[in-house]
């Protein structure tokens, strides 16, 4: 079968398989067997086939971040049954038992109640909520390593984790205004109080976020959602809505927005090839011809690779088999306004052009900060995360000085405003703010590009 033919052939069985949702059906299967391990896997798979389908999601955040309220609204419209955790405490509280007791000791004191008296009840609902096969969203928990291990350990994963996203002062506020809600409004030291809390949610939810860290994603919680957005978010994580066809997305930005960091990542969630012009004219420098000289010295000085050498190297990459095949993300490219009028000329017609745009006072700010190895070529955002016998020979790369910096800030604005002046990709344009979190960028781009599919 020759490549013409192989393609075709590829995209029909694609076209096939995401009509009949069988990348779904096959990863729920694989999952459930990793998590079961049946001695009988065939009978195992064929009784999971017959059963209906069934969803969980947790959600976290904040004390006194309204979290319940969004979780029963979200619950109600998806048509999920919602578990709260403190619901669920409270419940446990009123039968007024020795575990009770020391439930009310720890609340007393604003404390987390401990581990294992919430593992255990949390387990007794959900195992019964699986039992009868339905889908739930479990708000508040799990809260802490121990908690999230447990559940593990019981092989109950989530299928999305959701975890409402805060700043440290309004974290802080949150814990303070809990304080004023009964039965906390009797404690001393509020502020004291407020602030240990909220250092001790900090650290639980970083190891949380280690713990699952291939389920959750992050939402700004001091933002205001639409529901349908919040719950079509959620949608698009537990339901596979991964592009399968090749696609042809650049990605773009200024230098030290993020661009590299997200451009890899949609190459390895999504199978795209990546392709980056820092790579391709470090390779073809590397080859040490005349035409790569000119290039380490164009580099070096902050100026941009001629147009005529950049656009072969493009060229000859896209058209391998690879390129064809699975798609590609190319980072970096167009730069100038002749690359931009050369995609044509490429043949390349973008399904998605992300624009990573950020303040230039915050992209100095990280480029001042980072440096490189000039033996390994790894970049270190700060010089603190090097180790002790790397750090003394960190440089500051040529490109990266603050004057060479303010002319490729020059150099990008007047690109931001070509593209915005370029109607004809108008509609394939996706924006999103360079001075958000890593993880909430690359959230938000993964989350557009399964909306698009």
Same mark, same amino acid.
């Given at each position: 079968?020759?490549q013409?033919?192989?393609l ?5 069985v ?11 059906i096959?990863?729920?299967?694989l ?10 896997p ?5 009784n ?9 999601i ?15 609204t ?10 709260s ?6 419940k446990?509280?009123? #039968?007024?038992? %020795? !575990?009770s007791?020391?439930? =009310?000791?720890?609340l007393? /004191? ?8 919430v593992?255990n ?9 699986e039992?009868?096969?339905?889908s739930y ?18 092989g109950i994963?989530p299928?999305?984790?959701l975890?409402?996203e805060?700043?440290e002062?309004?974290?802080y506020?949150?814990?303070?205004k ?19 809390h909220s250092?001790?949610?900090q ?9 699952y860290?291939?389920q ?6 001091? #933002?205001?959602? %639409? !529901?349908?957005?919040?719950? =079509?978010?959620?949608?698009? /994580?537990l339901?596979?809505n991964?592009?399968?066809?090749a696609?042809r ?17 949609l ?5 795209f ?6 790579e391709l ?11 790569g000289?000119?290039?380490f ?6 100026d941009?690779v001629?147009?005529r050498i ?12 690879d390129?064809?095949?699975?798609g ?17 000329e490429?043949?390349?017609q ?10 230039d006072?915050?992209?100095? /700010? ?10 390994s070529g790894?970049?270190y ?22 004057d ?8 990008w604005?007047d690109l931001?405003?070509l593209i915005?002046?370029?109607p ?6 996706f ?7 890593l993880?909430?960028i ?12």
């Amino acid at each position: 079968m020759d490549q013409a033919n192989k393609l075709q052939y590829q995209q029909q069985v694609e076209k096939y398989l995401e009509g009949n949702k069988v990348y779904n059906i096959f990863e729920d299967l694989l999952k459930a067997l990793i998590i079961k391990k049946p001695d009988d896997p065939i009978q195992f798979l064929i009784n999971k086939l017959q059963e209906p389908e069934t969803k969980k999601i947790f959600i976290i955040g904040p004390p006194g971040s309204k979290l319940l309220e969004l979780s029963l609204t979200l619950a109600e419209y998806m048509n999920f049954h919602c578990v709260s955790i403190g619901d669920l405490i409270e419940k446990e509280l009123s #039968k007024k038992s %020795e !575990l009770s007791q020391q439930i =009310q000791d720890s609340l007393d /004191k604003f404390q987390y109640v401990s581990d294992d008296i919430v593992i255990n009840i949390a387990l007794n609902q959900i195992q019964h909520l699986e039992n009868e096969k339905k889908s739930y969203i479990f708000e508040g928990f799990p809260k802490t390593r121990v908690q999230g291990l447990a559940f593990q350990k019981e092989g109950i994963i989530p299928d999305a984790f959701l975890i409402l996203e805060m700043s440290e002062e309004k974290i802080y506020q949150c814990c303070l205004k809990k304080l004023d809600t009964e039965p906390f409004s009797k404690l001393d030291k509020k502020e004291e109080l407020a602030r240990n809390h909220s250092l001790e949610y900090q650290l639980n939810l970083k190891q949380i976020k280690e713990i699952y860290k291939n389920q959750y994603f992050s939402v700004d919680g001091e #933002k205001n959602y %639409e !529901l349908e957005d919040m719950a =079509q978010r959620l949608k698009y /994580k537990l339901y596979n809505n991964a592009p399968t066809r090749a696609g042809r997305i650049l990605v773009i930005g200024p230098p030290g927005s993020g661009r590299s960091t997200l451009a890899k990542h949609l190459c390895s969630r999504y199978g795209f090839v990546y392709i980056s012009t820092r790579e391709l004219i470090s390779n073809l420098v590397n080859k040490k011809g005349t035409t790569g000289k000119e290039a380490f010295e164009k580099v070096n000085k902050g100026d941009l690779v001629e147009d005529r050498i950049i656009n072969a190297l493009i060229k000859e990459r896209i058209n391998q088999t690879d390129c064809q095949l699975q798609g590609y993300v190319l980072d970096g490219y167009p730069k100038t306004e002749q690359q931009l009028e050369s995609l044509n000329e490429l043949n390349i017609q973008p399904t998605l052009i992300v624009i990573i745009d950020a303040a230039d006072d915050i992209i100095l /700010k990280r480029l001042i900060q980072r440096r490189t190895d000039p033996i390994s070529g790894r970049i270190y955002n700060s010089i603190d995360e090097a180790d002790k016998e790397v750090k003394s020979r960190l440089i500051i790369a040529p490109n990266e000085k603050r004057d060479v910096v303010q002319l490729r800030l020059k150099r990008w604005e007047d690109l931001k405003q070509l593209i915005d002046g370029t109607p004809k990709y108008a509609s394939v344009i996706f924006k999103v703010s360079g001075d958000a979190s890593l993880n909430n960028i690359i959230e938000s781009v993964c989350y557009h590009l399964e909306k698009m599919n």
